[in-house]
């Protein structure tokens, strides 16, 4: 019941924020795009934790504009998803040609999933089971996508981690930026926005330029 209230709660905000045109674009693709990867991660999972938010795949219309964009900008970079849920945005980071790709996750049977669709089409992603805040973050050059997965508290702490852990250059890609202000607090310069309508959808933010 929580997942159908959540889905019907994401809907109505997206035609308030993107407008009906925009909203019907991207649910309309949603089909098109699983099929045209071969992969299952549509839904909703909730969450009872207030620091590790519910789990709902990255609408792929959105997704792959700032993929194809941050391929524009690193071109020999390892993409790493905090918080992947069952693969998506690593499956499309995959595709479009990112040739290491991480997806990490606290949730074991969401990591499962991923694993499940990786053996179906026969990808190369790596798919680790573990707590953000505890991942050892390296020092490459490295494309990180979050999907809003965190609480402000623990978005900082793995921030920090990625600051301290790397001296290369490092663009992270946050959709649905509700937690910004994390990132002006520790000096992480915004480099670029994708909105649609009223809608704030990503920010681009770059380490070590």
């Not at 905090?82 to 595709?95: D, L, M």
């Not at 494309?143 to 793995?158: A, C, D, R, W």
Request: net charge positive; glycine share 4%; aromatic share 14%.
């Amino acid at each position: 019941m929580m997942n159908y209230l959540l889905l019907v709660y994401y809907f109505f905000r997206s035609l308030f924020l993107r407008g009906i045109r925009g909203t019907l674009k991207i649910i309309n693709y949603e089909t098109i795009a699983e099929k045209k990867y071969n992969i299952q991660t549509a839904g909703v999972k909730a969450s009872e934790s207030a620091d590790f938010f519910h789990y709902q795949g990255a609408n792929y219309w959105v997704l792959e504009q700032l993929l194809r964009e941050s391929l524009s900008l690193f071109t020999n970079a390892n993409f790493i998803d905090i918080g992947c849920g069952k693969g998506r945005a690593c499956f499309v980071a995959e595709k479009m040609g990112y040739k290491r790709v991480i997806g990490i996750d606290l949730d074991k049977e969401l990591i499962l999933k991923a694993k499940e669709n990786a053996a179906i089409i026969n990808s190369e992603v790596e798919f680790i089971h573990c707590n953000a805040q505890e991942y050892d973050f390296k020092n490459q050059t490295t494309v990180y996508f979050l999907f809003n997965p965190f609480s402000e508290s623990v978005l900082k702490k793995v921030l920090i981690k990625i600051i301290e852990g790397s001296q290369s250059k490092t663009l992270i890609i946050y959709m649905n930026p509700t937690q910004a202000n994390v990132f002006k607090s520790l000096n992480i310069k915004l480099f670029k926005q994708m909105k649609t309508n009223r809608y704030l959808e990503a920010n681009y933010y770059l380490l070590n330029e």
